[in-house]
C-alpha cells in the first residue's frame, strides 16, 4: 500500500465550476499536510497548508482534512483555465515526506 | 525574497558517467531535500539536511549516489556511475521549520537525461 494515494485523473471540469481533488494517506501519525500545483515542464509550487481537522480556506482553494478518515481534500472553487496542472498531495509524517502520483485537472473554457 | 536556486537546469549524460547538481536553499531555511521525480510519478525524497547534518537518507541509492550539505548553506547531489533508470528531474526543496512549518518550497529542478 503505497503512503499517499491520489486518482491520477484525469479530470475535467468546465470553466466557474468547482474541482474536488481528493487524497488518502495511510500512516495515522502523519501530522502535515500539503497541496502542491505542478504545471507542465515546472516544479511543485506550494498553494496549501493544512495541520488540524477541518477546513481552510484561501481564497478560490479550500482544503479539508479529516484525521479519523485518513482523508485530505482540495477544492477549488470558480475554476479557472490557468488552473489546468497536477495537484500533488503531500504528507509528512513527522519523520519523513510523502508525495502521491498527482492528479491531472483539466479546465476547459 | 530569492527562492531556490538549482544548476544546472538540464543535463544529457552517457550511462556509467557521473554528474553533479548544486543547490542553494532560500536564506535561513536550515532543512534542505532533494528529490527524485521521474515522468508521471511524484517527488521521491532522496535525503533531507537540518543544517548540515542528515535527518534521513533511508531512500538515497548510496552505491552511486552521495550528497553533501558543508557549512549548513548550499548542497550538492552526485551520482556516480549513472544508470539509465536516473532519468528523471532532480528537485531541492527548503523549509525553515520555524514555529512548527514544514512548508517546503522547491527550486525549478536540474532535468537529467542518461543515455
Known amino acids: 500500500q503505497k503512503e499517499v494515494e491520489q486518482n491520477s485523473g484525469p479530470l475535467s471540469v468546465p470553466e466557474g465550476a468547482i474541482a474536488s481533488l481528493n487524497c488518502t494517506y495511510s500512516?495515522?501519525?502523519?501530522?502535515?499536510f500539503f497541496w502542491y500545483r505542478q504545471y507542465s515542464g515546472k516544479s511543485p509550487e506550494l498553494i496549501m497548508s493544512?495541520?488540524?481537522?477541518g477546513d481552510k480556506e484561501d481564497g478560490r482553494f479550500t482544503a479539508q482534512l479529516n484525521k479519523a478518515s485518513q482523508y485530505v481534500s482540495l477544492l477549488i472553487r470558480d475554476s479557472q483555465p490557468s488552473d489546468s496542472a497536477t495537484y500533488l498531495c503531500?504528507?509528512?509524517?513527522?519523520?519523513?515526506?510523502?508525495f502521491g502520483t498527482g492528479t491531472s485537472l483539466t479546465v476547459i473554457p | 525574497e530569492a527562492g531556490v536556486a538549482q544548476s544546472p537546469r538540464y543535463k544529457i549524460i552517457e550511462k556509467r558517467q557521473s554528474v553533479a547538481f548544486w543547490c542553494n536553499p532560500i536564506?535561513?531555511?536550515?532543512?534542505l531535500y532533494w528529490y527524485q521525480q521521474i515522468l508521471g510519478q511524484g517527488p521521491k525524497l532522496l535525503i533531507q539536511f537540518q543544517n548540515n547534518g542528515v535527518v534521513d537518507d533511508s531512500q538515497l541509492p548510496k552505491d552511486r549516489f552521495s550528497a553533501e550539505r558543508l557549512k549548513g548553506v548550499d548542497s550538492t547531489l552526485k551520482i556516480q556511475p549513472a544508470k539509465l533508470e536516473d532519468s528523471a528531474v532532480y528537485l531541492c526543496a527548503s523549509s525553515s521549520r520555524q514555529g512548527g512549518s514544514y512548508e517546503q518550497y522547491f527550486g525549478p529542478g536540474t532535468r537529467l537525461t542518461v543515455t
Open positions: 500512516d495515522r501519525v502523519s501530522q502535515s
Open positions: 503531500a504528507v509528512y509524517t513527522g519523520n519523513q515526506f510523502y
Open positions: 536564506s535561513g531555511h536550515a532543512t
Open positions: 493544512i495541520y488540524s481537522n
